[in-house]
Structure formats: C-alpha cells, structure tokens
C-alpha cells in the first residue's frame, strides 16, 4: 500500500516539530499540502487534541506556521496544530486571475457550479477527509477545535456551525462576518454556487449563527485599524446575531491594529489558551 503522506519538511519548532506533508485528496481530487505542528506531547504513545487553522486569501499551508508565531504556546498546552492550504490546486484546477477567486480563495465551501465543482470541495476537505487522514496517521485526537483569518475566519465559523458537535471551540482573526452582504463574499458565491440566496444563507456566519442550537465558545478579535473593516469583514452583523440567538461569542475590538499577521502574532496566545480551556481537561 503506498505511503498516504508525503514529507515535505519537518523542523524542530519549540520543543515539538512543525511538519509539512504532501497527499492526494479524493474529495478534492488533487494533490494537496498541509502543515501540522505536533507539539512535544504528541509521541507514538499519546495522542493530543487539535486546532485546525483556516488562512485568508492568497494564503498557502506556510502563512500562519511562518508569520503567526504559535509553536510556543502549542507546546507548552500540548496542542496540535493543523494548517490546510486554502484551496484545491493544480494545472487541472479551475483558477481566475482575480487574488480572491480560485486558487488560494477557496472560501472552504462546496462549489455547486461550474467549473467549479469539479475540485472545489473545501468543506468536505477540512471537515471530514483532513480530518481522518491525521487521525489516522499522526498521534491527533478526534477532540477538534478550528480557527481562521478573514476568508478563514469566515471558514472556522461557517464549519463549525454548519457541523455542531464536530468543533469544541471556534476563534476567528478579522472574519469575514457576512459575505452575502460584502464584496469578497458575494463574489465568490456567485461564483461557486450561483445566482442562489437560499445557498448563499447557508455559508454565510451570521445568517447561521442566528439560526445555531448548538454553543460552542467563540473567540473573535478585530483590529479598528484593518484596511477591509467596513467594505467586507461587518463583524456588528455576526455581533447582532449572537445577541438575538443568546449565543457566547466574545467579540473584541483592538485600537490600531489592521489586516496583517502582526495582528494575529500578538494574540495568537490568546487564541490558543481560549481553545486549550474546551479542548484540554
Ligand atoms: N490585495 C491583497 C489581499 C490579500 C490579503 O490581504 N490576504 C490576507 C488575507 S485577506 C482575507 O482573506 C493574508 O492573509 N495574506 C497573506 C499574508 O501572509 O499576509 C494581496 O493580494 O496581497
């Protein structure tokens, strides 16, 4: 039987190793990349509980294990982290000369339309196949909590209120909060699943979010300084939606903070402490 992984990379990151792998996806069908930080905890005899982490646009599996600085605190919680590319990619792999269309934009959604559909399946990529490859293969736990930036912000929410019972904790950097409602958004739906509000509501955050049954603790800081504030992320419309569902969202705002990853590498610890309190006992 052929190897299921493909090592990349592996370094020696804060006591544990941050990896880099190769695999063929059969949802996606294509070659795909992920990174996975195994902190010292996880050995052949124990297994640990996993963040997935969702990058933004134009983002590979290398954005947030390069620029995020979160090794540290993941080793010393003892928590797995798991990095997917954003989406399918190949010469085969329909793609648009726009950054926030196709490849690198696939906004973690299962595309109806064509030529979408044929590898657009990010959903089923992140939530069900990621999943029982690094369970399967590497010492992870079935005990999952997601995260995301912007475009992966918007994918750590919509899976895990799309998936309830599957997440034990939800954190999102600068989220796009309501993409039937904004540019970025509305781009891309119109483009993977058609000229269809009833499809659009069922990937958008705040739409589900005043629907959930299901609370899950939800961490969300955004920076007053980020250039895409106001024109695409509206994160006042996730706000008013867990105020009329009673849902525990903690929605923090920071002075002076924008879009980039110095965001993120100062509050990442945070984050992660956020996930260890649901994922860790
Ligand atoms: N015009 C920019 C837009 C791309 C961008 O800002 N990407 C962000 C995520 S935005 C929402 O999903 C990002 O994370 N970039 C990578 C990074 O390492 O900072 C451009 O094309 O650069």
New binding site residues.
Partial sequence: MPELLTPLSANRAAGGWQHRFAHRSAVLDCDMKFAVYLPPQATAHHKVPVLYWL?????TEE?FI??AGAQRMAAQLGLAIVCPDTSPRGDDVANDPG??LGQG?GFYLNATQAPWAAHYRMHDYVVHELPALVEAELPILPVRGIAG??????GALTLALRNPGRYQSISAF?P?CHPSATP?GQKAFRAYLGDHPDAWREWDASLLLAQARDPVPTLVDQGDADE?LAR?LQPEALENAARSAGYPLTLRRHAGYD???YFIASLIDEHLQHHARALIK
């Fill in positions: 990058s933004g646009l134009t983002c954005n390069q620029k950054y926030d934009a930036h912007s475009m992966g912000g918007h600068a796009i970025w895409f695409e879009h980039s990853y």
